[in-house]
């Protein structure tokens, strides 16, 4: 198979970055996240491209950079909490290892406050996150092959999870 070893999806703040990061250790591979690619290439963080260009731009860079990402790593991948709204993007997830990293409303707001500067969460974050995820999760789940739960878990723990959902064996 070409592509990545393992693409993981799931809401703003469950911790892709952090876990992908740990399971391209643990498996001796390349790590790299869609919306790292997109502001390197654009020069300016999401937020910017949110509040000078809109959403509809922003998701224009991020399909293109899941396409790009999909056909030319082989390691693990990150992909944007939005990314699976495109169905096209949906569609070539299908012939990839995907995970779905879930948590609940009070996991995100332990992690992250919902106070960072995450353009969809701007007012009321915690009816937002809400909103996104009754909107998103049926979306993670039809293009996952495993669904691992963060909550109250370490980012070991869940990139342990992670590999034995996928029946990966560490480098």
């Known amino acids: 198979m070409t592509g990545p070893r393992i693409v993981l999806v799931g809401p703003m703040g469950v911790g892709k970055s952090t876990v992908g990061a740990l399971l391209a250790e643990l498996l001796g591979t390349d790590y790299r996240d869609t919306d790292a690619d997109i502001v390197a290439a654009q020069g300016r963080e999401i937020s910017d ?16 950079a899941v396409r790009a990402a999909l056909a030319g790593h082989e390691g693990v991948l990150a992909l944007g909490g939005g990314a699976i709204l495109d169905e096209g993007t949906r569609a070539l997830l299908a012939a990839h290892p995907v995970v779905y990293l879930s948590m609940d409303v009070e996991e995100a707001v332990r992690r992250t406050g919902l106070n960072v500067a995450r353009p969809l969460l701007a007012v009321n974050p915690r009816k937002q996150w809400r909103e996104l995820m009754d909107a998103r999760r049926h979306l993670y789940e039809e293009v996952a092959r495993a669904v691992v739960a963060t909550d109250g878990r370490t980012p070991e723990e869940v990139a342990r999870a992670v590999l034995d959902a996928l029946e990966l064996k560490q480098a």
């Open 49 to 64: 491209i949110f509040v000078q260009d809109g959403e509809p731009y922003f998701r224009e860079l991020e399909r293109a």
